[in-house]
C-alpha cells in the first residue's frame, strides 16, 4: 500500500486490534463502492453487454484507479476536516456557485431515485405479479422509513450485508457458458471505435462509475464516523490518528470500488454472453428488462438472482441517493446534517432526505420514461462531474483546508488524470448528443 503522506504532523505506530476483522474497518467505502451498482447502473452496464458484447469489459479495469483515487480523496476530505464536500466548498467559493453544483446533484440524484425505484418495482413484479406503482410506493417509503427512524450505527451495520446481493451477478454468469479466453483478451486489451453509440455507450458507463453523489456520500459519512465515535476526532484537531485512519480510508476505497467493478464487470460479462446478438439485446432498457431476459437462458434461479440483487443493491442505492443530497444542501445552509441525530434534531436535513425520496416516487406516477430519467441524470452527472472533480482537487490540496495533510503524490496524479479522462468523454457525449440530433 501507498505510503501515507502528511507533512509535519508526528503520526504514532498504529494500533492493531486482534478482534478486529477486515469487514469491521469496512465502511463509508464499501458501502459507497455497492452504491455505485445501483439499478440504474444496472440498466446502463446490461445494455451495454448486450449492445456490444464483451467489447467494453476493459472499461472496468480502466475506471478502477480513477474511481479510487476519487473516492479516496473525498474519504480524507471528511476525516481530516471533519466537513463534507459542500461544507468545505462553501468556505472557498462563492456561494452562488457552491449552490448551483449542489443543485444539479439534486437534480440529478432526484432523477437516478426515481429510475431506480421504477427498476426495483419492475424486478419484483417480474417474480410475483402485482402492481408496480405499489411496488414503488412500498419500496419508496419502506427505505425513507430506515432511514428516518432507524439509529446510523445499525442502519451502517445492515448496509454492510446487503451488498452481498450484488453477488448475484456473479452467481449467474457461472450457471450459463461462454469463451472465458474471449472476455479475458477483450478485458486487457482496448476496443475503441469512433461510433457514436460506441462513444455514447463509454461516456454512459465511465458517467455511472465515476458519479457527484458518491463524492459527496463518502465525505459524509467519515463525518459521521468522527461524529457517532467519541474517542475520533477530524485529523486536523487530531493528528496523531492520521496513520490508522488514513490507512483505513486507502484500504476501504480500494476494496469498495473493487468490489464494485468486479460486480459491474459480471453484469457486461453476462449480458454479453446471453444477450449479444440474439433478438432480445436491442430491447434492453432497464435492469429489469435485462433480468427478464436471462430467465429463458439462465434457468429461473439465475433469473431470480438477478431481481433479487436489483431490489438489494436498490435498497441500497436510495438511501445514498437521497442522503447525499441532504448531506449537500444542509451543509451549503449551515444547517445540522446527520442520519445519527434523531428528526427532531435536524428537521431541516430530514426534510431535504424526504423530499428527494417522495419526488423520486412521484416520478413513477407521471409516465416519465425510466431511460430518459438516466439520461437526464446522466447528461446531468456529466455537467456537475467535471468542475466538482477540479474544485475538489483544489481544495484537497489547499493547506488553509487541509491544514499540513499533504495529498499524496499518487492521488493527486491520478485524480487529475480522473479529471481530466472526465472532461474528455462529457466532452464526448455533448458531441454524441449533438450527432445523434442532427440530420
Same mark, same amino acid.
Given at each position: 500500500?501507498?505510503?501515507i503522506?502528511?507533512?509535519?504532523?508526528?503520526?504514532?505506530p498504529? /494500533?492493531?486490534?486482534?478482534?478486529?476483522?477486515? %469487514?469491521s474497518r469496512?465502511?463509508?467505502?464499501?458501502? !459507497?463502492g455497492?452504491?455505485?451498482?445501483?439499478?440504474?447502473?444496472?440498466?446502463?452496464?446490461?445494455?451495454?453487454?448486450?449492445?456490444?458484447?464483451?467489447?467494453?469489459?476493459?472499461?472496468?479495469?480502466?475506471?478502477?484507479?480513477?474511481?479510487?483515487?476519487?473516492?479516496?480523496?473525498?474519504?480524507?476530505?471528511? +476525516?481530516?476536516t471533519?466537513?463534507?464536500?459542500?461544507?468545505?466548498?462553501?468556505?472557498?467559493?462563492p456561494?452562488s456557485?457552491?449552490?448551483a453544483?449542489v443543485?444539479?446533484?439534486?437534480?440529478?440524484?432526484?432523477?437516478?431515485?426515481?429510475?431506480?425505484i421504477?427498476?426495483?418495482?419492475?424486478?419484483?413484479? %417480474?417474480?410475483v405479479?402485482?402492481?408496480?406503482?405499489?411496488?414503488?410506493?412500498?419500496?419508496?417509503?419502506?427505505?425513507?422509513?430506515l432511514?428516518?427512524?432507524?439509529?446510523?450505527?445499525?442502519?451502517?451495520?445492515?448496509?454492510?450485508?446487503l !451488498?452481498w446481493?450484488?453477488?448475484?451477478?456473479?452467481?449467474?454468469?457461472? %450457471?450459463?457458458?461462454?469463451?472465458w479466453?474471449d472476455?479475458?483478451?477483450?478485458?486487457?486489451?482496448?476496443?475503441?471505435?469512433?461510433?457514436?453509440?460506441?462513444?455514447?455507450?463509454?461516456?454512459?458507463?465511465?458517467?455511472?462509475t465515476?458519479s457527484?453523489y458518491?463524492?459527496?456520500?463518502?465525505?459524509?459519512?467519515?463525518?459521521?464516523?468522527?461524529?457517532?465515535n467519541?474517542?475520533?476526532?477530524?485529523? +486536523?484537531?487530531?493528528?496523531?490518528?492520521?496513520?490508522?485512519?488514513?490507512? /483505513?480510508?486507502?484500504?476501504?476505497t480500494?476494496?469498495?470500488?473493487?468490489?464494485s467493478n468486479?460486480?459491474a464487470?459480471?453484469?457486461?460479462?453476462?449480458?454479453?454472453? !446471453?444477450?449479444?446478438?440474439?433478438?432480445?439485446?436491442?430491447?434492453?432498457?432497464?435492469?429489469?428488462?435485462?433480468?427478464k431476459?436471462?430467465?429463458?437462458?439462465?434457468?429461473?434461479?439465475?433469473?431470480l438472482?438477478?431481481?433479487?440483487?436489483?431490489?438489494g443493491?436498490?435498497?441500497?442505492?436510495?438511501?445514498?441517493?437521497?442522503?447525499?443530497?441532504?448531506?449537500?444542501?444542509?451543509e451549503?445552509?449551515g444547517?445540522?446534517a446527520?442520519l445519527?441525530?434523531?428528526?427532531?434534531q435536524?428537521?431541516?436535513?430530514?426534510?431535504? %432526505?424526504?423530499?428527494?425520496?417522495?419526488?423520486g416516487?412521484f416520478l413513477?406516477?407521471?409516465?416519465?420514461?425510466?431511460?430518459?430519467?438516466?439520461?437526464?441524470?446522466?447528461?446531468?452527472?456529466?455537467?456537475?462531474?467535471?468542475?466538482?472533480?477540479?474544485l475538489?482537487?483544489?481544495?484537497s490540496?489547499?493547506?488553509?483546508?487541509?491544514?499540513?495533510?499533504?495529498?499524496?503524490?499518487?492521488?493527486?496524479?491520478?485524480?487529475?488524470?480522473a479529471?481530466?479522462?472526465?472532461?474528455?468523454?462529457?466532452?464526448?457525449?455533448?458531441v454524441?448528443?449533438?450527432r445523434?440530433l442532427?440530420?
Amino acid at each position: 500500500m501507498p505510503e501515507i503522506s502528511v507533512n509535519k504532523v508526528p503520526l504514532g505506530p498504529p /494500533r492493531v486490534d486482534a478482534h478486529e476483522t477486515l %469487514l469491521s474497518r469496512l465502511g463509508p467505502g464499501l458501502i !459507497t463502492g455497492a452504491a455505485d451498482d445501483d439499478p440504474s447502473g444496472i440498466a446502463t452496464y446490461s445494455q451495454v453487454g448486450a449492445q456490444f458484447g464483451f467489447a467494453m469489459l476493459w472499461t472496468m479495469l480502466f475506471s478502477f484507479p480513477l474511481m479510487a483515487a476519487m473516492q479516496e480523496i473525498c474519504g480524507r476530505l471528511g +476525516r481530516i476536516t471533519g466537513m463534507g464536500v459542500a461544507g468545505n466548498l462553501a468556505k472557498c467559493y462563492p456561494k452562488s456557485l457552491v449552490r448551483a453544483v449542489v443543485f444539479f446533484l439534486c437534480l440529478a440524484n432526484i432523477f437516478n431515485l426515481g429510475a431506480d425505484i421504477s427498476a426495483m418495482a419492475a424486478a419484483i413484479k %417480474l417474480v410475483v405479479g402485482g402492481n408496480v406503482l405499489l411496488y414503488a410506493v412500498l419500496f419508496g417509503i419502506l427505505s425513507l422509513l430506515l432511514q428516518v427512524y432507524v439509529p446510523y450505527r445499525t442502519y451502517v451495520h445492515y448496509l454492510k450485508w446487503l !451488498t452481498w446481493a450484488l453477488f448475484a451477478y456473479v452467481a449467474t454468469a457461472f %450457471l450459463i457458458r461462454f469463451s472465458w479466453p474471449d472476455a479475458l483478451r477483450h478485458t486487457l486489451i482496448p476496443t475503441l471505435s469512433w461510433d457514436a453509440a460506441y462513444l455514447m455507450a463509454l461516456v454512459a458507463v465511465l458517467g455511472t462509475t465515476i458519479s457527484p453523489y458518491l463524492f459527496f456520500w463518502q465525505a459524509s459519512q467519515e463525518v459521521e464516523e468522527v461524529n457517532i465515535n467519541k474517542n475520533e476526532s477530524a485529523l +486536523r484537531k487530531k493528528p496523531w490518528q492520521a496513520y490508522k485512519q488514513l490507512r /483505513r480510508i486507502a484500504l476501504d476505497t480500494r476494496v469498495g470500488m473493487a468490489f464494485s467493478n468486479v460486480v459491474a464487470f459480471f453484469i457486461i460479462l453476462t449480458t454479453a454472453a !446471453t444477450l449479444h446478438g440474439s433478438d432480445m439485446g436491442d430491447r434492453i432498457k432497464t435492469a429489469a428488462d435485462a433480468a427478464k431476459a436471462l430467465e429463458p437462458l439462465a434457468g429461473h434461479f439465475a433469473f431470480l438472482l438477478f431481481a433479487l440483487g436489483i431490489v438489494g443493491t436498490g435498497m441500497l442505492a436510495i438511501p445514498v441517493l437521497a442522503g447525499s443530497a441532504a448531506y449537500a444542501v444542509s451543509e451549503t445552509f449551515g444547517w445540522r446534517a446527520s442520519l445519527e441525530s434523531k428528526p427532531g434534531q435536524a428537521r431541516k436535513f430530514y426534510y431535504v %432526505l424526504s423530499a428527494a425520496t417522495i419526488v423520486g416516487i412521484f416520478l413513477n406516477f407521471i409516465g416519465i420514461d425510466p431511460i430518459q430519467a438516466l439520461f437526464f441524470s446522466a447528461l446531468i452527472n456529466g455537467i456537475v462531474s467535471v468542475p466538482l472533480m477540479f474544485l475538489l482537487m483544489l481544495i484537497s490540496t489547499n493547506p488553509k483546508i487541509v491544514g499540513n495533510f499533504a495529498l499524496p503524490l499518487y492521488l493527486r496524479v491520478v485524480g487529475w488524470t480522473a479529471t481530466a479522462i472526465m472532461a474528455a468523454v462529457s466532452l464526448a457525449f455533448f458531441v454524441a448528443s449533438l450527432r445523434q440530433l442532427g440530420p
